[in-house]
């Protein structure tokens, strides 16, 4: 078990560009999420994986957001035109899809966004 | 709708003093509950899960939670407090809704006092 990894750690960009962001989970978990963590907030759910078919997406998530996840395993976010408010720590979390709601996920260590 | 409402955005302890941290849990249905902790810019981290096995759950690094239903609470303890359990801790509600997704309380940050 490696853990679930995010890259980058950190992103600085200008306002406007466009940014990618890439998460590898843990190798035997279906299910993969993303979030949305602003300062002093709790992680806000943006979209979920199912291997590689993305079965939610969030209001949270404009059309200048999208996300995939091509083979079932790693999954990139993107972020079109960046404004100031997509300034954020970016997590991704896995889990296994074998069970309820008791399977608990595993985080990444994000990637924090910064909008200059 | 589930929700979390974790009472006391900022808590601090002396070193050694016992650790409290509020969750209070709103659903129609049983709950399944977690409590995760977060560093500094890091991601997060499971510390304990309720799943009605039982209600009284141990977790990692001495911490342990009791679910109550008669007050719809599943708060954080710690006998004594270390330097290093200063950090962002959440109280989490697992949900299906057509999928499986985590609502997070706002989040405590918890400050140890030397």
Known sequence: DTGVSQDPRHK???RGQNVTFRCDPISEHNRLYWYRQTLGQGPEFLTYFQNEAQLE?????SDRFSAER??????TLEIQRTEQGDSAMYLCAS??????LDQPQHFGDGTRLSIL | AQSVTQLGSHVSVSEGALVLLRCNYSSS?????????????QGLQLLLKYTSAATLVKGINGFEAEFKKSETS????KPSAHMSDAAEYFCV??????TYKYIFGTGTRLKVLA
């Open chain 2, 29 to 41: 249905v049983p709950p399944y509950l977690f409590w995760y902790v977060q560093y500094p810019n």
């Open chain 2, 93 to 98: 509600v697992s949900t299906f809704s057509g």
């Open chain 2, 74 to 77: 599943f708060h954080l303890t």
């Open chain 1, 12 to 14: 600085i960009t200008k």
């Open chain 1, 95 to 100: 889990s296994l899809a074998s069970g309820g």
């Open chain 1, 70 to 75: 091509p083979k079932g395993s790693f999954s």
């Open chain 1, 57 to 61: 997406k969030s209001r949270l998530l």
